[in-house]
């Protein structure tokens, strides 16, 4: 089996691990991370180094490619950027839990988790970097696009389409035929009902505008493990040079 590595020893960084372990298509050599000390485990895992040491643990381990554990959509998409600047070609895999249900003529994209239960009906297209968590369903012809997310136990009807680093979060609804534009959160719980543009905070039942949102605002309950660190990525766009 090919060598992986994992971006973030956090939580997500957990999830990912064990579908990667399940689906047993690579070999996990370890993680990634900006915060954790090199050499301690994570799971029965050694923290290789932080993302500067990526070019070094590239070579020594024969690293094949990689996936970025970051469940904020907007931080996954900066470390995804500064990982090909650092390591130019570096491959990003995706893995898909052995327990779920894929129908026909759906395409996945690089660098997506579809973690357990999770259920994608035909038609349906996965772009690049996306996460489907835990027994999420997208039903038939529907896109979900770059750097966006579905979170444990959403449902969604027919058609649907979701924007670039938007996120639809814990058990919420929606309807068939509803697109959700980019930089949009829908909140936990939310039915929603109709269309929703970009850059807005969605929530309730039926789902309402609740506030406007900036590129990159933190939607996460805890962005402060691994990556998330906002001071972790001053610096690294010092030590790079990357406006």
């Not at 050599?29 to 000390?37: A, H, R, Y």
């Not at 381990?61 to 996954?76: E, M, S």
């Not at 959160?185 to 929530?203: Q, R």
């Not at 906002?230 to 990357?242: A, G, H, M, P, V």
Request: aromatic share 10%.
């Amino acid at each position: 089996m090919k060598n992986v590595v994992i971006f973030g020893a956090s939580g997500h960084g957990s999830v990912v691990m064990d579908c990667i372990e399940k689906e047993g298509k690579y070999k996990i050599v370890g993680f990634i991370d900006s915060i954790k000390k090199k050499g301690h485990l994570h799971n029965g895992y050694q923290i290789l180094g932080t993302e500067l040491d990526l070019p070094y643990i590239r070579d020594k381990y024969y690293v094949f490619g990689g996936i970025v554990a970051i469940g904020d959509n907007w931080t996954r998409k900066v470390i995804v950027n500064k990982i090909s600047k650092l390591s130019p070609g570096f491959k990003f895999i995706s893995t898909i839990h052995p327990f779920t249900s894929i129908g026909k003529n759906v395409t996945i994209g690089n660098g997506v988790v579809v973690a357990p239960g999770v259920v994608i009906n035909a038609n349906s297209s996965i772009r690049n970097h996306c996460i489907l968590n835990t027994y999420s369903s997208l039903d038939h012809d529907s896109v979900l696009q770059e750097f966006s997310s579905l979170a444990p136990r959403v449902c969604t009807g027919g058609n649907f389409k979701l924007g670039k680093y938007s996120a639809v979060c814990l058990g919420s609804y929606v309807i068939e035929n509803v697109s959700i534009d980019e930089h949009s959160v829908i909140g936990a719980g939310s039915l929603v009902l109709k269309d929703v543009g970009k850059n807005v905070v969605v929530y309730g039942s039926p789902a309402e505008i609740i506030r406007k949102r900036e590129v990159g605002d933190p939607y996460l309950a805890n962005r402060s493990e691994s990556f998330h660190s906002q001071e972790n990525t001053l610096l690294f766009d010092k030590l790079f040079r990357i406006p």
